[in-house]
Nanobody, 127 residues
Framework: QVQLMESGGGSVQAGGSLRLSCAAS????????MAWFRQAPGKEREGVAA????????FYTDSVKGRFTISQDNAENALYLQMNSLKPEDTAMYYC????????????????????WGQGTQVTVSS
């Protein structure tokens, strides 16, 4: 099973930027989709952004549209999340996920129907 490892989290002030990376142990070109989720203390896990292979497209939750950009580099077997104009409410543990079996094609990218999850990287935004 593919293994995922996130990096790039940290502490920034509001308005700052961070770039999260997710390294995959197998070819990302074989995934149906990859995504970033986040979970803040006391809150449910939330889908942040997803990218479907084969040119289907990218998707974002409303609160990050225009500020975050998801991208995938199949040559590097990596997933990225560029986060700009960060806000305190973006503070959370961020996880990457990979769908190897196609379940998100039917269930949707926010469904959580992914085969592999990383351990997470913490993002803290101060006001």
């Amino acid at each position: 099973q593919v293994q995922l490892m996130e990096s790039g989290g940290g502490s920034v002030q509001a308005g700052g930027s961070l770039r999260l990376s997710c390294a995959a142990s197998e070819s990302t070109s074989s995934t149906y989709s990859m995504a970033w989720f986040r979970q803040a203390p006391g809150k449910e896990r939330e889908g942040v952004a997803a990218i479907y292979t084969g040119g289907v497209g990218t998707f974002y939750t409303d609160s990050v549209k225009g500020r975050f950009t998801i991208s995938q580099d199949n040559a590097e077997n990596a997933l990225y999340l560029q986060m700009n104009s960060l806000k305190p409410e973006d503070t959370a543990m961020y996880y990457c996920a990979a769908d190897m079996g196609g379940r998100t094609v039917v269930a949707g990218w926010k469904s959580g129907e992914y085969d592999a999850w990383g351990q997470g990287t913490q993002v803290t935004v101060s006001s």
